[in-house]
């Protein structure tokens, strides 16, 4: 008697969302119902087949599994070694090689020069891809903790491997001579860039280009949104936005690198498509959208980021890349944010402490393991993505799982799938390159719309 | 009844193929109840592996059809036979599978990219602080003179001033690293002879290290047992220093192997010893000790296995059992072939009820588990297709010389505290590690041992190292080692799937297990 089996490089994953089989060298996902995935689980586990299995539609099924290239038949018992890229046991982690990190996010200060509605971030409201803009994590302005002198602060940053340093704030520009001697100090290190995230005001254009002169220096501009939808918009005179304008206009004659990131709060939610355009136009650059929203008590909520709806999924490169993603959290591996008091967290959107610099000692705030139990926080971390079998090709901003994983209303507008979508009879709602198909006894195969 | 329409093309298009010939690196092998499977060393992967596999690999990689080969091609239902070619095909192109290209020129080391390689990659500094020893063990490498060309008792001791001398050459040449990755911890040997008997200098270190770089260091200790006394134990607890304390078995087994210069055996004095600090310091016992064994063919190891098994005794739980040391040595001409049979018998016996218990869900005793499943935890943990192996030494478990370093009290260094000492690394009385001569090591082990690795199908899985192929004024891996290595994988392969099929748990319970294997096996580096 012989016996069906998954292949070695085939991975079931499944939860109480749904069930996927993912063929790792066919680069192909195959989204299962439950009651297919029943079928392939027992075929996995269990060594005589079930009476199910007997069934002429069953077969049919399996038969259509062989000629996918998914499994085959084989002897009573047979052990079917899965395919890993690495061994089984991450070697204890003090051991190992060390963490890449890449990026070092650094709030100088809390002071900014303006008065978001959205700023500091209030309870209940969702800042998603907070990594990218100036938005204060909440309270009052703390005095910056010292971190002891720059240059040595820079020296244990470049010593981890940093290839970026992003100075951010508030408004970093108000810490001027602070940020000078940051600057100063980073210079000593070519390979290291540095960003420096701000409103893009508080001193001249002149005095900010000035800052390029560092070299491997770029300025990313938050802009604070479009409250106005107009088919020639026309900054005013004396509006923060003009200042903004002036200088990015400033920094693009000049043909020097920057990036823009537009808050997209509740007031700008409807410009988002008219703010695209206007600064593709105007800048040739492609902003960054980062929300940040209040939700409402009652009544429909979307998220711009969502627009239609979609939950958009990513392939993975390779072997390697398909393994680290079911361990490694994309958005925040190799990151970590230094707050205003010289606390460590995993980037500038998420809360949890990981440890703190004393006494100007960055290594000393990165001997524990929780900066790095967030780097692996895949898609477990949060409960609803945790019971969600599409991980390893969904990845997103985590502060925005956790908030969408805790509220209903956020969770609707975030992802479908999170909010109850059947992955198997509304696949709609996912978004994929071509490589998503639904697959079923009762279905057989189908290519997913992609 | 398959055809040329359904079948794929083969991958390798005849002449003016772009792909050199390649080596088939494999190694095919049944378990138990006779399922048949395959283990691939270009990835790691077993696969389970029948006629038509076998046959459709043959005929992707160009190799010989025989008749039985023909008759499964022909016979295979077609899809099948469509879906395995796939397979296959898929293999060999994402993962380039099953076979490699002999004889590729390996990567040649020079002096300077030494220096960041070995700081880069180092992980403990074992100090050898005495070449003396209070017993005289009949089978130690070091003082019973049955073992060639091996370093012997000298009667030097390291003193403080030296030892802590070594300790910061050693924190300075890891700094960068230390700062590259925070996290980042050494083990810090004490070595011997028997280190107790220079038990000044271990506190000396300790403190030292404490003071300097408090919690860089894991403390460890192999010893004898015979010098855990009440002071020196403080030291050791003191310090969280972890303790590997050499028994052989119950007495008549350990006292027959390990005695003192009067030929004394030394069991009971080490009992007195641990029974002591079970009673007076219970959670540093259990936290911080463990069993290290050896046996050889006259060892009852049913009855040594039973001993560590007694929860009640004083006697830690074990870590590693090995056989006695067989390389370069006379030490088992004292055998007869009757002796060879016994222990056979024996360990068979002992295999056979681990796999019952195993299956059953059983407790298994720590000295069985070291004994008989070792060799199935290392296969589960076996390194695959993205593991990290440096290019000078790709194949065998060789590391780069100089990931440990062994201090002898004369200011030598050598790359571990095994190696017989005639080609030290390095010398802290003359500018520390020699980088020329490590890169000579590497480039001679290349041309002496891994000079036919590239054909060998269990380079993942074999133990080949410098301290087991030296031989006088070289390395040379011992004849008939690899057909005997490749020999020895197929059986511990077969044993390992033969669990795999009977227990579908065993995967996690190996999970669970092995953790502490991998660390233990680091620690004390055995
Ligand atoms: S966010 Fe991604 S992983 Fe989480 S439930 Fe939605 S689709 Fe699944
Ligand atoms: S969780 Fe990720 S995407 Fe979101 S703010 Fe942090 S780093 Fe950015
Ligand atoms: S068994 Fe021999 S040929 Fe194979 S890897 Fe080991 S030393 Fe090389």
Redesign the interface.
Known sequence: MRYF?L???CHLSAGSLGAALYDI??RRIFLLDKRTHDLLRGCE?A?APADHLQRPEARRFL?LL????LG????E?????K???????E?????G???SYTVAAWTITDRCDHHCSFCPVAPGVASLQACRTCVRRGGTAVPPASLGNPSDFLR?LA???IRRLQIRGGNPLLEWERLIEVLGAAAAYPRLRVGITCPGTGRSVAEIRGLYDFGNVQVDVVLHGFRERRDRYVPQPGDVFLAQCMLLDALRQAGLSFSVTVMVSDEAVADTQFALRWIMRRWGAIPCFAEIRQLPQDGPFRLMSRDGGRRPLHMWR???DF?HRLRHRACLDGGFEIATDGSLHPCAGIDAECGRVVGGD???A????RL?DFWKASKDRTGSCRECPLGPVCFDCLSADLFAAKDARMSAAYCPVMSGADLHGTPECLEHEGFLYLLGIDRGLELCPA | MSDGSDTPAPLFEGPGDPHPALHRVTVQFA?N???E?LYDDV??????W?ALEEATLRRELRDSLSEAHRRALGTADS??A???A??IQ??LV??HAFARPPHPALATPAACEMRSLVWANC?ELVLIVTENCNLSCRYCTYASGSYYYHRGPTGRSMRPSQAVSAVEWFLEGVG??????????YGLSFYGGEPLLNIAVIKHVLEFAEAQVP?LFFPVLNTNGLLLTPENVEVLREHRVHVAVSIDGPQPEHDRLRVDHGLTGSYGRIEANLIRIKREHPNYWRECLVSLSVYDPLSDVAAISRFFDDGASAIPRSAFVNAVGSHNTNYYGRFQPKDYELLSRRLHALKAEYMRREIAGDRVGSYMRNLVAAPMMLL?????????KSPFLPYTGCCIPGLRMAVSPDGLVNMCERVNGTYPIGDLTNGGLNYEVIARLIREYQREVLCNCSLCPITRLCGMCFSASEVCGGVKPPSGYCAGAVREAGKNLADY?SL???S?DAQERF?SQ??NV??ER?LFQS
Not at chain 1, 72 to 75: A, I, K, L
Not at chain 1, 77 to 81: A, L
Not at chain 1, 83 to 89: I, R
Not at chain 2, 176 to 185: E, L, T
């Open positions: 089996r292949n070695p490089e060298l066919g586990t060594g038969g062989v000629r996918l290239g085959g038949y084989h002897p018992g047979t052990y079917v070694d395919l890993l890229a690495g061994s089984p046991l070697a204890f982690e003090s051991l090689p060390p963490p244990q010593a981890l491997g390779d072997v390697d393994f960055l290594g000393h990165l001997r524990n393991d790095y | 378990s109840c006779g399922n499977y990835t790691g992967a077993i696969l389970p029948g899809a099948e469509t879906a395995c796939a397979q898929r293999w994402h993962l992980s960068q690293h230390v700062a590259r990755n925070p996290r980042k911890r919690g589960f943990l076996r390194s695959r297709i993205h593991d990290a799937v795999m099929e009977s579908p999970r092995t953790a991998a660390t680091w």
